[in-house]
């Protein structure tokens, strides 16, 4: 069965960081463009960021660039996000996705049902 589950969620102050993970089971990120979106209350998804594995091409949105780093570890099974000087309009609940088309970026996300695979979310709030 495949299985994204995100994690390391949590309460931060502005300015701080946070690093979220994704693991996935029943797949490898090979030959997938792996994603994180977000989804703050009452917004639609927005695209933050989009990894090719083969290729290690990173994509990011305006609003994350130079702030929020995407990687994977080298088995190809773990997404991270490394979320530095957090803004309190970074607060949402963040998903990873995982899509088997190469260097696909879905930049006007509606639904994450675009996505092949996708997990149930990991709340990030900054707040003082």
């Known amino acids: 069965e495949v299985q994204l589950v995100e994690s390391g969620g949590a309460l931060v102050q502005p300015g701080g960081s946070l690093r979220l993970s994704c693991s996935a089971s029943?797949?490898?990120?090979?030959?997938?463009?792996m994603s994180w979106v977000r989804q703050a209350p009452g917004k639609g998804l927005e695209w933050m960021s989009s990894?090719?594995?083969?290729?290690?091409?990173?994509y990011y949105s305006d609003s994350v660039k130079g702030r929020f780093t995407i990687s994977t570890d080298n088995a190809k099974t773990t997404l991270y996000l490394q979320m530095n000087s957090l803004k309190p309009e970074d607060t949402a609940v963040y998903y990873c996705?995982?899509?088997?088309?190469?260097?696909?970026?879905?930049?006007?996300?509606?639904?994450?049902?675009?996505?092949?695979?996708w997990g149930q979310g990991t709340q990030v709030t900054v707040s003082s």
């Open positions: 029943g797949f490898t990120f090979d030959g997938y463009t």
């Open positions: 990894i090719y594995s083969f290729s290690d091409n990173l």
């Open positions: 996705a995982a899509d088997r088309e190469p260097t696909v970026i879905r930049v006007g996300v509606r639904t994450l049902s675009e996505y092949d695979y």
